[in-house]
């Protein structure tokens, strides 16, 4: 395995006024999240875990047909009982990239959830899934909010009309709402990945960006209300899970063994049984 190195949290991300700012600059702004990736913004200079999931042996990798021997492991989708007590062992026993173990892998929560062979690759695969979720939340909110509203439309009609174009308000309106909304969703990541807290639901208090800019964004405050980056993992796991990821919480188990036990197998251990009782 390549070696990796521990990230840990860089700034303060707590609002600010940032009434002035230009839907340009904001666009400027986004557009550099999107060349750089979403991963480099959020973890801001730490450094993440070059590490990768090579075990030729993982349960993961165990051909199709020697899975089916063990039915309860290989069906194609779980109860929603069996889905939580998945998920919340997985939640209790592994790390996360904002609770990293000594040892081993960093990121292990990450691995089961999005199935990536390196660290690296599994932990933007989650970054880029929780900005979806949280855009689209903040979208949802927006839509609740009318003096948010009333800003970007005053905004819209007056770039609109400035082009001669002010049929075109609404449409830029919206345009202009689903940016504050993408922009505060990156706010609300690197909040995540420095360990602090973000409402599922924001409000008028919560809410980060004043205006639609990221400028100066880390000198922001307040984020102690909330879930925490491990809850949004639970919510990603409930959303996501599927019948590869009992194997790859078997892949963790395995790497963590060799640690203490070079020719533990996972394999060897795997056995399944049925059991009906019936009481009078």
């Excluded at 004043?210 to 949004?232: A, C, K, M, N, P």
Aim: hydrophobic share 40%.
């Amino acid at each position: 395995e390549d070696g990796g190195e521990e990230a840990g949290s860089a700034g303060n991300t707590e609002p600010v006024d940032l009434s002035g700012a230009s839907f340009s600059d904001l666009l400027d702004e986004l557009k550099q999240i999107r060349d750089g990736g979403i991963l480099g913004f959020v973890t801001g200079s730490s450094q993440i875990s070059a590490l990768s999931w090579t075990d030729a042996e993982s349960p993961s990798r165990i051909p199709d047909d020697e899975k089916n021997l063990h039915s309860g492991l290989a069906k194609a989708n779980y109860s929603f009982d069996e889905t939580l007590l998945l998920g919340e062992y997985m939640m209790n026993t592994m790390n996360c990239y904002t609770e990293q173990g000594s040892g081993g892998h960093r990121y292990e929560a990450e691995y089961v959830i999005t199935g990536k062979q390196t660290e690296r690759e599994a932990l933007g695969a989650v970054a880029a899934k929780l900005m979806l979720i949280r855009t689209g939340l903040n979208f949802a909110y927006l839509c609740t909010d009318a003096e948010k509203q009333a800003a970007a439309e005053a905004l819209a009609l007056s770039v609109m009309t400035a082009l001669a174009v002010p049929e075109l308000t609404v449409i830029f309106k919206w345009l202009l709402i689903t940016a504050w909304a993408a922009a505060e969703a990156s706010v609300d990541l690197r909040a995540l990945f420095q360990g602090k807290r973000v409402a599922l639901w924001k409000s008028k208090s919560s809410w980060k960006l004043l205006s639609l800019s990221l400028e100066s964004v880390e000198q922001t405050s307040g984020f102690s209300v909330g879930l925490g980056y491990r809850d949004y993992l639970r919510l990603l796991f409930y959303l996501h899970a599927g019948p590869g990821a009992a194997y790859r919480m078997m892949d963790v188990i395995q790497a963590r063994q060799k640690q203490f036990r070079q020719d533990f197998r996972m394999r060897e251990y795997m056995v399944s049984a049925k059991l009906t009782m019936t009481a009078e």
